[in-house]
């Protein structure tokens, strides 16, 4: 008679030895792997690197997708001393370019995808794999964290790029450039116009104010108006790249003076 030990002895020894077929079935599956891993590396080689691209913007944006607590910042890069971080795009648009500096991020911006760890990308290639202003506002944003880089506090960011996230990119930069240089222009002529009514207001209080209808002062000075910012929106057309506002020369421009916006949308 089998004791309940025997069994349980048998059952142990059969799941220790595994049989010859059952090790041929694993040999099977792992060539197969092998082979399926073969046919897709040959697959990829015949796309070209666009193509690459796009695919693996595919594999991100699904995964942006499954996981809404992803988001994507646009942050300065840190000074030149310190650390760049290595771009995670699967095919690197710098790859073959520098091979001695490999994909490391020497852009003066550069992307950060936040999820369990963070995951840095050149903001071209990130662009090559994803519809980045589709992704404004809410899942691709300026960063607006202090860094102890900068004396902890955040990035002044530029009028263009603030406009670009605010608008998913469809704006008309010459017309920012425009409002830019206008409002430069503004500030200069306001500056000179502050003296001139200074010295105005202290001639009259000086000479008349004890009695006003004695006044021979020229008539109070006006002051320059400043520009507005008008029609920069484009609503028609493709958005603007993020990298055409990146390599603008006016880029970090009028950082603090907002005069259309109310100051809590920027
Ligand atoms: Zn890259
Ligand atoms: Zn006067």
Same mark, same amino acid.
Request: glycine share 4%.
């Given at each position: /008679?089998? $004791?309940?030990?025997?069994?349980?002895?048998?059952?142990?020894?059969?799941?220790?030895?595994?049989?010859?077929?059952?090790?041929?079935?694993?040999?099977? %599956? +792992?060539?197969? @792997? /092998?082979?399926?891993?073969?046919?897709?590396?040959?697959?990829?080689?015949?796309?070209?690197?666009?193509?690459?691209?796009?695919?693996? =913007? =595919?594999?991100?944006?699904?995964?942006?997708?499954?996981?809404?607590?992803?988001?994507?910042?646009?942050?300065?890069?840190?000074?030149?001393?310190?650390?760049?971080?290595?771009?995670?795009?699967?095919?690197?648009?710098?790859?073959?370019?520098?091979?001695? #500096?490999? $994909? &490391?991020? /020497?852009?003066? +911006?550069?992307?950060?995808?936040?999820?369990?760890?963070?995951?840095?990308?050149?903001?071209?290639?990130?662009?090559?794999?994803?519809? #980045?202003?589709?992704? !404004?506002?809410?899942?691709? /944003?300026?960063?607006?964290?202090?860094?102890?880089?900068?004396?902890? *506090?955040? *990035?002044?960011? =530029?009028?263009? @790029?603030? @406009? *670009?996230?605010?608008?998913?990119?469809?704006?008309?930069?010459?017309?920012?450039?425009? %409002?830019?240089?206008?409002?430069?222009?503004?500030?200069?002529?306001? =500056?000179?116009?502050?003296?001139? +009514?200074?010295? *105005?207001?202290?001639?009259?209080?000086?000479?008349?104010?004890?009695?006003?209808?004695?006044?021979?002062?020229?008539?109070?000075?006006?002051?320059?108006?400043?520009?507005?910012?008008?029609?920069?929106?484009?609503? !028609?057309?493709?958005?603007?790249?993020?990298?055409?506002? #990146?390599?603008?020369? %006016?880029?970090? &421009?009028?950082?603090?003076?907002?005069?259309? +916006?109310?100051?809590?949308?920027?």
């Amino acid at each position: /008679m089998r $004791t309940p030990t025997d069994t349980h002895k048998r059952r142990r020894r059969r799941r220790r030895s595994a049989s010859p077929a059952r090790l041929e079935e694993k040999r099977q %599956y +792992y060539n197969h @792997l /092998m082979e399926e891993d073969d046919a897709e590396e040959e697959r990829r080689s015949r796309l070209s690197l666009e193509e690459k691209m796009a695919e693996n =913007g =595919g594999e991100l944006q699904r995964r942006l997708e499954r996981n809404p607590e992803i988001t994507i910042l646009l942050q300065p890069s840190p000074p030149g001393h310190m650390g760049k971080a290595q771009c995670r795009a699967r095919d690197c648009l710098f790859e073959n370019r520098s091979p001695r #500096l490999e $994909t &490391r991020i /020497m852009d003066d +911006y550069r992307a950060v995808l936040i999820s369990h760890a963070r995951e840095y990308f050149h903001v071209s290639c990130l662009e090559k794999m994803l519809d #980045l202003s589709s992704l !404004t506002p809410t899942r691709f /944003m300026l960063d607006r964290e202090s860094y102890r880089w900068n004396d902890g *506090w955040p *990035w002044t960011w =530029g009028l263009m @790029l603030r @406009l *670009w996230f605010e608008h998913g990119g469809r704006i008309d930069l010459a017309k920012v450039k425009a %409002y830019i240089k206008a409002y430069k222009k503004f500030k200069k002529t306001d =500056g000179v116009f502050d003296t001139q +009514y200074i010295e *105005w207001q202290a001639k009259h209080q000086r000479e008349c104010s004890i009695d006003a209808s004695t006044c021979r002062c020229p008539p109070e000075p006006k002051g320059p108006t400043p520009p507005t910012l008008e029609d920069y929106k484009s609503t !028609t057309g493709e958005p603007c790249c993020l990298s055409e506002v #990146l390599d603008h020369p %006016y880029v970090e &421009r009028h950082t603090h003076h907002i005069v259309i +916006y109310r100051p809590s949308s920027l």
